[in-house]
């Protein structure tokens, strides 16, 4: 069984764990790495053993991969993306998939032509605990995720929304079987040019209603969903990978007297990233679609574009595009 070559692109603070994770995985070959910083890719490339790139045409030339992560900034994903692709280059785009929402389709109408895996990189999809609660949840009918942390400056390209927010919409949109009907949302800048905290509410067709907050201002990092459900409360801890069950219970004959049940379900945990990847290394190597495609980040992304709309207040002016957005 041949190895499925791959590649990365960006080996900064993530990217470097795409590389490393890829010579972890069964049938994946790293075939080397790619950055604009040169002793950074010679850094990244030379402790695993694979050739350092500083021009992705050179990269794609020389080594003739299979797939390709893209871990560069939003700003050159859809450049990226578009070069490789047009090599007939399997990839998976870290989140945000690209700044506009036009290029999204572009990205998919390329996709489809070329008959190309197209992976987002929505990571917490691959979460142990939220895969064991999108297995058994019913009809959720409130929501409420809190993303938050200190400030970093690791991020600068974009606010809380794109960095943060957008695993959160992501998963809500994967557990609600509904349509939205409303999005409303507040936030503001506190230590850079983008929103630093934000608020959003959806509501959707079916009445269910979801409320996110993300903050990277709050000394306080906390990463938790809460589901509620008509007869029980879910809470996963996406850091610790735990899932934790409430319900009450009739205690005994006494019909109007209840006991609250708590239960702490076991499963295995894993490492994200690499379920992430080995599942997209699967799909390229089995012709299957991915868990996390294209189309999944293109409604989170559209998701996105109308919170940010709201807190910037650009709504004449957006035409679709965030990267209009994101300097308001």
């Given at each position: 069984?041949?190895?499925?070559?791959?590649?990365?692109?960006?080996?900064?603070?993530?990217?470097?764990?795409?590389?490393?994770?890829?010579?972890?995985?069964?049938?994946?070959?790293?075939?080397?790495?790619?950055?604009?910083?040169?002793?950074?890719?010679?850094?990244?490339?030379?402790?695993?053993?694979?050739?350092?790139?500083?021009?992705?045409?050179?990269?794609?030339?020389?080594?003739?991969?299979?797939?390709?992560?893209?871990?560069?900034?939003?700003?050159?994903?859809?450049?990226?993306?578009?070069?490789?692709?047009?090599?007939?280059?399997?990839?998976?785009?870290?989140?945000?998939?690209?700044?506009?929402?036009?290029?999204?389709?572009?990205?998919?109408?390329?996709?489809?032509?070329?008959?190309?895996?197209?992976?987002?990189?929505?990571?917490?999809?691959?979460?142990?605990?939220?895969?064991?609660?999108?297995?058994?949840?019913?009809?959720?009918?409130?929501?409420?995720?809190?993303?938050?942390?200190?400030?970093?400056?690791?991020?600068?390209?974009?606010?809380?929304?794109?960095?943060?927010?957008?695993?959160?919409?992501?998963?809500?949109?994967?557990?609600?079987?509904?349509?939205?009907?409303?999005?409303?949302?507040?936030?503001?800048?506190?230590?850079?040019?983008?929103?630093?905290?934000a608020s959003a509410q959806i509501?959707?067709?079916?009445?269910?209603?979801?409320?996110?907050?993300?903050?990277?201002?709050?000394?306080?990092?906390?990463?938790?969903?809460?589901?509620?459900?008509?007869?029980?409360?879910?809470?996963?801890?996406?850091?610790?990978?735990?899932?934790?069950?409430?319900?009450?219970?009739?205690?005994?004959?006494?019909?109007?007297?209840?006991?609250?049940?708590?239960?702490?379900p076991l499963f295995p945990k894993?490492?994200?990233?690499?379920?992430?990847?080995?599942?997209?290394?699967?799909?390229?190597?089995?012709?299957?679609?991915?868990?996390?495609?294209?189309?999944?980040?293109?409604?989170?992304?559209?998701?996105?574009?109308?919170?940010?709309?709201?807190?910037?207040?650009?709504?004449?002016?957006?035409?679709?595009?965030?990267?209009?957005?994101?300097?308001?």
């Amino acid at each position: 069984m041949n190895s499925i070559r791959v590649g990365v692109v960006g080996v900064g603070h993530l990217g470097v764990h795409h590389a490393r994770v890829y010579t972890e995985i069964l049938g994946a070959k790293l075939v080397g790495v790619v950055d604009i910083d040169e002793a950074r890719a010679r850094e990244v490339a030379g402790n695993l053993g694979v050739p350092a790139y500083t021009d992705l045409d050179a990269f794609l030339s020389e080594t003739r991969p299979d797939a390709l992560s893209v871990v560069v900034p939003t700003v050159r994903h859809f450049e990226v993306a578009k070069k490789a692709m047009l090599r007939g280059v399997n990839l998976l785009i870290e989140k945000p998939v690209t700044e506009r929402v036009d290029e999204v389709e572009e990205l998919l109408r390329t996709a489809s032509d070329r008959k190309l895996i197209l992976q987002v990189g929505h990571i917490e999809r691959f979460n142990a605990a939220v895969q064991y609660v999108r297995e058994i949840i019913d009809s959720p009918i409130y929501i409420q995720s809190r993303r938050t942390g200190p400030f970093s400056q690791r991020i600068s390209d974009v606010g809380v929304v794109l960095d943060l927010m957008i695993h959160d919409i992501d998963i809500i949109l994967s557990i609600v079987p509904s349509d939205i009907a409303e999005v409303s949302a507040v936030g503001r800048r506190v230590r850079t040019n983008h929103e630093d905290i934000a608020s959003a509410q959806i509501r959707f067709m079916n009445g269910a209603i979801a409320h996110i907050l993300v903050s990277r201002v709050t000394e306080k990092r906390m990463r938790t969903l809460e589901i509620t459900e008509p007869e029980r409360y879910i809470t996963v801890n996406y850091e610790t990978q735990d899932v934790t069950i409430n319900h009450c219970v009739q205690n005994g004959s006494n019909s109007n007297s209840l006991v609250e049940v708590v239960e702490h379900p076991l499963f295995p945990k894993r490492e994200p990233l690499k379920m992430e990847l080995q599942d997209f290394v699967s799909c390229i190597r089995e012709g299957r679609q991915p868990l996390v495609g294209l189309r999944d980040g293109k409604r989170a992304l559209d998701v996105c574009v109308s919170i940010l709309r709201q807190i910037h207040g650009r709504t004449n002016e957006c035409e679709g595009k965030t990267g209009l957005l994101l300097g308001a």
